[in-house]
């Protein structure tokens, strides 16, 4: 997958692209759909797969003193489209000037003349142009005009359930549901980064620790999760079970979140290396204890607690992305 971040960068061979347009934070189902019906309508015009997005997500550029609420991370966002067998990943400035474009001038300036598209996909309530003024009807008036094709794809849900989104995600996970997240998802949901030097008090309890930070990662509900976590270095990502708490270890006087993650039967160096931690079943909330014998009699017992979870887990594994993949 190419990353294309300029107009002027777009290759030959990316004109005539059939284009997936939105935000797509997380990935999940709903968004895999736009993007598989994207990628058959290449397929059938033999035409280059695109995704068209924005950065930084426009929610930050408007409520910039909103907590982080990204479930990817363009970084992350990157890899899951690239596994669905995206060609081009269009990767837009999302600021002043894009906000002021006419949902028009975005279509001409953009789309047909920046470009190139022979298509364009987006799901039923993509809104575009200065006021959120576009809409896919008026995509599909505007592709009429200047030769491209329009396909607005109705929303998404499993059976009997809510409409797939990002915000779906989102309060599942507030809500200390990482299962129904994963089952929005088409996967569990990870928090990935690079492991940190903590204050070495899990070894000395007998539960040594991988720290990540939560970064740009919005921040689920705190408490102790079962996990798996993979070495996003390696080439076959090696993936482990474990038990983590992800909060602000009140018991220790701790005040920055952080994702706290002791892996089962394993002790080698993770100083450095990037980890990605799937969060699969939700054990408690976080909670401040009366000193740390107390503290380890509880991770003791949330230990046995995560490894009968993840004996019985039976759901997607990390970073799965079934069923929309692009067939050469």
């Known amino acids: 997958m190419r990353l294309i971040r300029h107009l002027q960068d777009v290759p030959v061979e990316g004109h005539g692209a059939v284009v997936a347009l939105g935000n797509f934070d997380g990935v999940h189902l709903g968004h895999q759909v736009v993007i598989g019906q994207a990628s058959e309508i290449a397929r059938s015009k033999k035409a280059p797969l695109a995704v068209l997005t924005f950065e930084p997500h426009p929610r930050s550029f408007f409520r910039p003193q909103d907590p982080h609420f990204r479930l990817t991370p363009f970084r992350i966002k990157t890899r899951h489209l690239q596994a669905l067998g995206v060609d081009f990943l269009f990767e837009l400035t999302f600021d002043a000037e894009m906000v002021a474009r006419s949902a028009e001038n975005f279509v001409t300036e953009i789309l047909v003349d920046g470009f190139h598209i022979s298509h364009v996909v987006v799901g039923y309530d993509f809104c575009f142009g200065k006021g959120r003024s576009g809409n896919a009807s008026l995509l599909t008036e505007f592709g009429g ?6 396909t607005s794809v109705a929303a998404a849900k499993s059976a009997g359930g809510p409409a797939y989104s990002s915000t779906l995600v989102r309060e599942q996970l507030q809500a200390g549901d990482p ?14 980064g690079r492991v940190e030097h903590g204050d070495a008090r ?36 090696h993936c482990i079970h474990g038990v983590a708490n992800l909060g602000r270890r009140p018991t220790v006087g701790g005040t920055r979140v952080q994702l706290e993650v ?67």
């Open 262 to 328: 002791h892996l089962f039967d394993f002790d080698a160096d993770l100083y450095g290396k990037h980890l990605r931690v799937a969060l699969l079943d939700f054990i408690r909330p976080e909670m401040k204890f009366n000193g740390l014998d107390a503290l380890k009699t509880q991770i003791a017992v949330d230990s046995l607690e995560a490894r009968r979870l993840l004996k019985e887990y039976q759901g997607p594994a990390p970073g799965h992305l079934p069923g929309h993949s692009r067939q050469p």
């Open 179 to 192: 299962k129904s997240a994963a089952a929005t998802l088409g996967r569990p949901w990870e928090i990935e």
């Open 145 to 150: 005009r200047h030769g491209f094709g329009v």
């Open 202 to 237: 899990g070894r000395l309890l007998g539960f040594p620790t991988a720290n990540v930070a939560l970064g740009d990662f919005m921040e689920p509900k705190l408490g102790v999760y079962a996990v798996m976590a993979c070495d996003d270095g390696a080439e076959q990502p």
